[in-house]
């Protein structure tokens, strides 16, 4: 099902002005600002139907936790001596529920932001069915990432196992200690990290091209890696600036659960002003996070095609001129 497509712009070209020269995360931050900031009645629909949902859960999430495993010793503890469901079934709720949202959060942000920065106004109507139509496709290009992940995942494991049955039939002598297994566990987790984060970078344009290019599945993220060929170090700092914002927020949410294990901490101020402040700062920074990311992809197939360069004006900011580029 082809995307709704927004009314072109009534006024007229202005003369084609130089495209810009350097890709950075300043450049990218700002022009995601005003794009946002441009079209504010559109945006703000979509922050309360889908961001303000996915953002409350996660805000909630660790005051929830709480009340099951109110310390690491009694998590660990129930973990090996009677594991219960209830967590399980909490866990997997909270994602697919978080799972769903966020999903019509890219679509519909992605589609209005993408539209926006080539001075296209979009009507909140056209934006959730963007959101609707996109959901499906956003979902298995995201099942085909984490089959890649878990993969992947597995294969260090058998790798890790392989080499440590190796050691014993050489000869050596393997020590079953606390120390040893962390230190082989913290091995295992960094090299991991490192080829997850490698992975982000080269996937960081997956989930704008099922919106905007309209594919799905393993294709995004081989046109991802594709696109994103001599700006890794762009892609690189965008995920590092905004993972840092949201471990920020996560260990602030976390920090101030601290007494959520008290009937009488879930009826004070102090808890519903944490639930509001953390719960704010998650959507500034998944709005943001979703616009930075469609951004770079523009400006990315701008360099790609290094076509033509025209000026539209948006919409709603008719004073300042836009550079796109008409493929």
Known sequence: MALPQPSPPSSSMAAPPSPPSKI???TILSESNRILRAQPRNLQALL????????FLLSLYPFIAKLFYPTIESHLSSLQQNPSIKPFILNLVYSLIISVFSNFSFGSITYSVFHGFHGQPVKPSSAIKAAFTSFFPLLSTSFVQSLIISGIG???????F?????IQVLGFQVIYSPSYVIILAFACMIIFTSVLFYLQVNWIFAFVIVVVESSWGLEPLKRSRILVKGIKGVALKILLFFGLCSSINVLRSIMQSGDSASDEYWKSWDFIWNIVGTTSFYMLILI?????YTVFYAYSKAEEFAGDYASLPFADDGKVPHVVSIV
């Open 288 to 292: 943001y996070n979703l616009a930075a």
């Open 24 to 26: 950075g995360l300043w």
């Open 154 to 160: 597995l294969i260090l494991g058998l790798v890790f």
């Open 162 to 166: 392989a080499l440590f049955m190796a």
């Open 48 to 55: 309360l139907l889908f961001l303000l949902p996915s953002s």
